[in-house]
């Protein structure tokens, strides 16, 4: 009797909203505090678990803090992808039409989110299958003066989770 296979479950692959980062520093993962989850960023991203994509790698790097020196001082350096692809640009294009005919949001928003890198991070995962959106932003079917990376993920089919759920999905704690 032949035994019938298995499917091997690919693990997802997580990118990073500059706000994981941010909100990391600035409260409960603080460098000093918890020096376990900077190191598990680094272990996850050598693994090809955790992403984020270049443009978000530039909004941090212009900080003027810790989080901007440790980026630049190459922790991560792999895990910053290329958003300027043939794929993610015709993802950008189908999420700039999607916030642009939405009505929920106000035209100052729209035109903040064109210069924005959250619309290339979500294209970035639209574009490449098996990837999922992280941020600590969440779903507001009432805000108008911001266009939300939820509400995004949510109108067109993309997959999203907080810090606190990739870090479980991850296995990460601090034992």
């Known amino acids: 009797m032949s035994e019938i296979p298995v499917p091997q479950t690919v693990p997802s692959i997580f990118v990073l909203d500059a706000n994981v980062f941010i909100s990391a520093k600035n409260s409960y993962y603080a460098f000093d505090l918890v020096p376990a ?25 212009a ?3 810790q989080l901007a020196d440790w980026i630049k001082s ?14 993610v640009v015709k993802a950008y ?6 916030v642009q005919e939405s009505g929920q949001f ?28 992280v ?6 079917s009432n805000i ?6 939820p509400n995004i993920c949510r109108g067109l089919g993309i997959k999203y989770v907080d810090t606190f759920e990739m870090l479980r999905e991850l296995g990460f704690n601090l034992k």
Do not use: C
């Open 37 to 61: 989850f900077w190191d598990s960023l680094i272990r996850f991203s050598a693994d090809g678990r955790v992403r984020s994509i270049d443009r978000i790698k530039k909004e941090l790097e």
């Open 144 to 149: 108008k003066w911001k266009v939300p990376i």
């Open 74 to 87: 190459g922790n991560m350096k792999e895990a910053f992808d290329n958003s300027g692809t043939a794929d």
């Open 93 to 98: 294009e189908r999420i700039v039409n999607w």
């Open 63 to 65: 900080g003027n803090d």
């Open 106 to 133: 106000t035209p100052a928003a729209k035109e903040a989110f064109a210069t924005d890198p959250d619309g290339w991070l979500v294209a970035y995962v639209a574009a490449h299958s098996g990837r999922i959106v």
């Open 135 to 140: 941020t600590q932003e969440v779903f507001n």
